[in-house]
């Protein structure tokens, strides 16, 4: 991992946002993945996205695991803080953390072992719970840091680099996260920014768990002829749903679409997102056929993207277990401790 | 009824052990509870403990109250009166009785009593005849039958029944409609001895003034409360025997006093994981933003935590992790008692790790401890393992009243605020500036351009930066060896009970050992064998520890576990000469007895005596 900071020398033309903020408050140290890795790309994304949307950055909490992706939060996002884990265990922190203060941005980072070998059960749990926050599973399928494993995500018949052909089944984390009650479900690829940023975008704004199956390939271990996560595979399979436009809450909507071209879907701050049908059957509301369009694709060997499923109406964890509004790590001794008379009441029923 | 010819001449006032020997899931545990607390009401320390099998139904379990004037609360290992409600055990139960007990049984069947020894007082109770008689509901018939034998006993050792009754409003009061039933079995049982019974019996509970301040409580209702009054907001949790009551006490009472008045809504989270190590994940995860977190576990969940625990120490992320111990290795015996995850706390996970542990003897300590374990955690910014056990944890403690001073505020350690980070320049989470070990914290979102950092288990600089470079690594590692010697000269202080005279000879132990090593000084003091005592409550050891070891030319270290890990820690941390420190250990899964320590001591001192010899001895029994 790279501490070598970037030269904060910009253009002076450099886009502000609403806070007056570049790209460049957005961005990290220099990235020390290989060239061409596209994980690179979710983490440029990552910038773009929060940058146009114009979140405080230290409001963002990024975490991860461990493996070629869980480096990624290192590269973007310096001024939030920020946590790298252990392998397949940063839900639970995730968990914790949320529990904690719910008025932070979480943008979790995991890869395809990291999700779906090592961490799958706290993935799931993680679902179930329906926290509020961003997952980016960066699906490469393929253990890139211990030189080329097959992951759980690796496709049946998938081909390493030594030309073996995978003899397992894959987990599908968007089809399981649908089953498991995620709110809002997306598939995309790292090399499809016009895609993947407003996808982002509605992620973040979303209330729940948000995951994206970002594929991402390894331009070292997993972007041969015969791998199913090759750049070439993924452009040549890539069969995408929707197309969609976010448009932040506080701007005004210009661009007309013809009636019933396209769908939106309202966010919890107040955001809008516009999905073009790109498949005329496609119901992004319906779980249930959501999760048979995803089989059914993959039988026919294509590479579904875009916003798979999204729920605005379900309750997130902090809802469900009925917090206070105030963040808990706010709470004081005032608000917490019962005092002295309390226990002393407490003390006569023991007796 | 049969009455052996021979009465105990040796009357029993206010000292005797009674078991209730019961199937599981027929609703005796409140009933003999019920009869412990008209006990503890009448002010003479009672220590009742539940033998109960890894089973909701059907298995046999025990109930076991020492009654003593006298203060003597440890596991004493006789039976005075037997009150025999389980066929399935009926044989084993008669024959525990002391010669000269009591047997309680229920009569309804006739039972041959010539088949049975002759040195024991046979009452038989027709119990399940007086129930059929008196209710109609089955339901009924079968829980009233605990509470007639309450009434029996209430009759048989001449009990203040007022207190008992009184007792039962007490605990029904909100439920009013089952006050009158269960008063009347009560009855039933009492009215039934005062008629049939007619033999003397010679053990008595007499009203006494023992229990000035003091409660009956769990340990782990305590720590619960203690992690309330200690402002935890964030639980994170996985069922396990004998734990799982500490998470539901911090439950209730924030139920009760953590509600919002104006919206309802809940000033804590408790969130039932999915295993034990995702448990400690939320924890940390909460922890490292800002809120007091919590989780409570046993061994086997410990196993699955080591992962996390050596995270939070490298990270250094405050953690407060309760271990109420059960008898391993493995699965081991969920449903007892012992002192053996030691070493797995102190040195959990992999490479260099070390943690604070600490050793509450009652629960007392259970609440006054779980309270200091968030402020020593978020001092020393580090995993605070308190290890409790199934002994303490699960079974009614006469104890001190719990107390708590308003004037206390959370040390919340050493954390940066906004206004802080505006007036610092160079500052570096890891960095040792005021040359104790531990640096300074920040939380996520504090200030918009500072202070933000990449917590990682990596190795990092004193900058947080990630880095392999050995000077960084070995830095870091000489740092948190600091951290660990400023923590602990900050721990509770050991206990210390001296000999009436100067002795060469020690005692150190710890935990639940407490109450037997009470009671076993005083037996070895009546055989003339003086020994000085100390209690140590925390890990790492106090100087204290170090200087008793020297001061003594043999210290005996009482412990319930097989392999005497705090001899091993003493030694490991303090280079100590082994063949100093004498291990007594008991590790059948049942709470070490005074009597058990007083022959163990004894035995290797007469053998240490005449020889003086310094090759190390041992003292390692299965139980007594």
């Known amino acids: 991992m790279s501490y070598i900071a970037k030269s904060t020398f910009h253009h002076a033309k450099l886009p502000v946002n609403e806070l007056g903020l570049t790209e460049r408050d957005y961005e990290g140290p220099l990235s020390s993945l290989c060239a061409g890795c596209g994980h690179d790309s979710i983490s440029a994304a990552i910038v773009q996205a929060c940058h146009e949307i114009s979140i405080e950055p230290h409001r963002i909490a990024k975490l991860s695991g461990i493996g070629c992706s869980s480096k990624t939060p290192n590269y973007y996002l310096q001024k939030s803080h920020g946590f790298n884990s252990v392998h397949g265990r940063m839900p639970s922190i995730a968990t914790g953390a949320n529990a904690a203060n719910k008025d932070l941005v979480y943008i979790g980072m995991s890869g395809d072992g990291d999700s779906a070998s090592i961490g799958l059960g706290q993935f799931c749990h993680a679902v179930r719970r329906k926290l509020n926050m961003v997952y980016i599973i960066a699906n490469n399928g393929t253990y890139g840091l211990t030189k080329g494993q097959n992951s759980a995500m690796t496709d049946f018949g998938s081909k390493s680099k030594k030309g073996d052909e995978n003899p397992f089944e894959a987990i599908d984390v968007a089809n399981l996260a649908l089953q498991l009650g995620a709110t809002f479900v997306a598939r995309s690829f790292s090399g499809d920014k016009s895609q993947f940023v407003p996808l982002l975008k509605a992620a973040i704004a979303h209330r729940g768990f948000a995951v994206i199956d970002c594929l991402s390939p390894c331009v070292t271990f997993n972007n041969h002829a015969g791998s199913t996560k090759s750049y070439d595979f993924v452009r040549d399979h890539n069969e995408a749903l929707n197309r969609a436009d976010f448009v932040p809450m506080k701007e005004e909507i210009v661009t007309q679409y013809a009636p019933g071209s396209s769908k939106e879907v309202c966010l919890h701050d107040g955001s809008v997102l516009h999905l073009h049908k790109l498949a005329d059957e496609y119901d992004p509301s319906d779980a249930v056929e959501a999760s048979y369009y995803l089989q059914k694709k993959q039988r026919e060997g294509k590479v579904l993207t875009g916003l798979i499923y999204v729920n605005t109406d379900s309750p997130d964890l902090h809802e469900i277990i009925n917090t206070v509004d105030k963040p808990l790590n706010q709470l004081g001794i005032t608000d917490l401790c019962p005092g002295s008379k309390t226990l002393q009441n407490i003390n006569e029923s023991f007796c | 009824m049969r009455v052996v010819q021979e009465v105990n001449s040796n009357s029993k006032l206010n000292e005797f052990v009674i078991k209730f020997a019961n199937v599981n899931g027929t609703g005796s545990a409140s009933a003999n509870h019920l009869f412990a607390k008209s006990i503890f009401r009448m002010g003479v320390p009672v220590s009742p403990r539940n033998i109960f099998p890894s089973n909701i139904q059907g298995l046999p379990t025990w109930y076991e109250v020492r009654v003593s004037e006298k203060g003597y609360l440890g596991r004493k290992e006789i039976v005075d009166i037997m009150v025999a409600m389980n066929p399935q055990s009926f044989q084993s139960d008669?024959?525990?009785?002391?010669?000269?007990?009591?047997?309680?049984?229920?009569?309804?069947?006739?039972?041959?009593?010539?088949?049975?020894?002759?040195?024991?007082?046979?009452?038989?109770?027709?119990?399940?005849?007086?129930?059929?008689?008196?209710?109609?509901?089955?339901?009924?018939?079968?829980?009233?039958?605990?509470?007639?034998?309450?009434?029996?006993?209430?009759?048989?050792?001449?009990?203040?029944?007022?207190?008992?009754?009184?007792?039962?409003?007490?605990?029904?009061?909100?439920?009013?409609?089952?006050?009158?039933?269960?008063?009347?079995?009560?009855?039933?049982?009492?009215?039934?001895?005062?008629?049939?019974?007619?033999?003397?019996?010679?053990?008595?509970?007499?009203?006494?003034?023992?229990?000035?301040?003091?409660?009956?409580?769990?340990?782990?209702?305590?720590?619960?409360?203690?992690?309330?009054?200690?402002?935890?907001?964030?639980?994170?949790?996985?069922?396990?025997?004998?734990?799982t009551s500490l998470v539901e006490s911090y439950d209730k009472y924030c139920e009760r006093l953590r509600i919002d008045p104006g919206s309802g809504k809940k000033k804590f989270a408790i969130v039932q994981a999915e295993d034990e190590l995702a448990a400690l994940g939320m924890v940390i995860g909460a922890s490292w933003n800002g809120a007091r977190a919590f989780t409570a576990t046993s061994g086997p969940g410990v196993s699955l935590m080591t992962e996390f625990l050596g995270l939070a120490y490298f990270a250094e992320v405050p953690v407060v992790l309760f271990n109420v111990q059960r008898g391993g290795p493995s699965t081991g015996m969920p449903t007892r008692t012992q002192q053996s995850d030691l070493l797995a706390c102190a040195y959990a996970s992999h490479g260099d790790t070390k943690h604070i542990l600490l050793f509450p003897a009652n629960p007392t300590e259970c609440f006054e401890l779980a309270v200091a374990a968030f402020d020593i955690a978020e001092r020393f910014q580090t995993p605070v393992i308190t290890l409790s056990d199934l002994e303490l944890g699960m079974n009614d403690w006469t104890t001190d009243k719990l107390e708590w001073d308003d004037e206390e505020q959370y040390d919340r350690g050493k954390v940066l605020s906004k206004d802080d980070l505006d007036s610092l320049d160079n500052w570096g989470r890891y960095n040792d500036v005021d040359g104790d070990g531990i640096g300074y914290r920040t939380y996520p979102g504090v200030h918009p351009d500072k202070g933000a950092f990449l917590i990682r288990g990596t190795s990092h600089d004193a900058f947080a930066r990630y880095s392999e470079r050995g000077d960084d690594y070995v830095e870091g590692m000489e740092r948190l060896q600091r951290k660990f010697a400023t923590a602990a000269a900050a721990l509770p202080v050991p206990v210390i009970r001296s000999a009436r005279q100067q002795s060469l000879y020690g005692v150190i132990y710890y935990g639940t050992t407490d109450p037997a090593m009470d009671e076993a000084l005083d037996l070895l003091a009546e055989k003339d064998i003086e020994l000085d005592a100390m209690r140590i409550r925390a890990f790492p050891f106090r100087e204290a520890v170090f200087a008793f070891m020297e001061h003594h030319t043999r210290v005996f270290v009482v412990e319930q576990n097989r392999d005497g890990q705090m001899r091993t820690l003493l030694i490991n941390e303090g280079d100590i000469n082994p063949a100093k420190l004498t291990s007594v250990c008991h590790f059948d899964g049942t709470p070490i007895t005074a009597q058990f320590i007083a022959d163990s001591i004894s035995l290797s001192l007469e053998e240490l005596i005449p020889s003086v010899q310094p090759s190390k001895s041992r003292v390692s029994k299965k139980g007594a």
């Open chain 2, 94 to 243: 008669v024959d525990s009785v002391e010669p000269g007990g009591y047997l309680l049984y229920d009569s309804t069947m006739p039972l041959d009593l010539s088949k049975y020894r002759e040195d024991i007082h046979w009452i038989g109770i027709p119990i399940t005849e007086i129930c059929i008689r008196e209710f109609s509901n089955p339901k009924q018939r079968q829980l009233f039958k605990n509470i007639v034998y309450v009434g029996a006993l209430v009759a048989l050792l001449k009990m203040n029944f007022s207190i008992v009754k009184n007792l039962v409003k007490d605990q029904f009061s909100g439920k009013e409609k089952l006050i009158t039933p269960n008063v009347f079995a009560l009855e039933l049982g009492y009215q039934w001895v005062k008629e049939n019974v007619s033999v003397p019996f010679s053990i008595r509970v007499e009203q006494s003034n023992k229990l000035d301040n003091k409660i009956l409580v769990d340990g782990n209702t305590a720590a619960g409360l203690g992690c309330v009054y200690g402002g935890a907001t964030v639980a994170a949790w996985y069922p396990i025997t004998p734990s």
